[in-house]
Every structure is written in C-alpha cells, then in structure tokens.
C-alpha cells in the first residue's frame, strides 16, 4: 500500500502560481511513476500530468504546458507541481496519483485524497 497526501491548495487570482506537494509513505517511492490529475466541477476527472520513475521524464495535458511544472524528490518521498500563470479553468481538486505502469493518462493504482485549487477571474 501506499498512503498518497496532498498539500498547498488554495484561492489565487488569475496569473498567479501555486505549488502543490504529495508527501508518499508505505512502499518505496521511487517505484512509481507519478502523476497529478483533476476534477473540475461537474466534469470527469482529467489526467494532468506524469513523471517517470527518477524524474527524467515528463510529459503534460497540452493546456497546462509551459504553465505547470512537475517534479519529484525520491529522498523526501515527495511529489510537487508548480503551477504558474493560473486560469480560472484550472480551477478543480488536484489529486496526486502512483502507478506502476503506463504513461500519459496511466492507470492509477493509488490515489490521494484531493487538494482543492481556485483560480478567481
């Protein structure tokens, strides 16, 4: 098992940035490939973004690009997203997410419980 806990949501206005954190415990870290995915109300949720096993590789949903930015610390068992440049779209619960296979959209064998992120126009 492994316990997936999100952090550092919250309200920004338009243009601004946040960076969320997913702190990781149970199971080594480092052999997951990682991700963020959202749901914005009333939708589906939506794959984000993902991170390869050692933090060289990334690959993104195509309107977050150039905006969000993913990264890992496998000693701190930690996984973060900055996000900058905010639209009121990518208002949504932001959910940290571990596979152990697949890329983009990957299916997901642990979830996190949700950060809520609010982007004011």
């Known amino acids: 098992q492994v316990q997936l806990v999100e952090s550092g949501g919250g309200l920004v206005q338009a243009g601004g940035s946040l960076q969320l954190s997913c702190a990781a415990s149970g199971r080594p870290f480092s052999n997951y490939v990682m991700g963020w995915f959202r749901q914005a109300p009333g939708k589906e949720r939506e794959f984000v973004t993902v991170?390869?096993?050692?933090?060289?590789?990334?690959d993104y949903e195509e309107s977050v690009k150039c905006r969000f930015t993913i990264s890992r610390d496998n000693a701190k068992s930690t996984l973060y997203l900055q996000m900058n440049n905010l639209k009121p779209d990518d208002t949504a619960v932001y959910y940290c997410?571990?596979?152990?296979?697949?890329?983009?959209?990957?299916?997901?064998?642990?979830w996190g419980q949700g950060t809520q992120v609010t982007v004011s126009s």
């Open positions: 997410a571990a596979g152990t296979v697949g890329w983009i959209n990957f299916p997901v064998r642990y």
């Open positions: 991170i390869n096993r050692d933090g060289g590789r990334t």
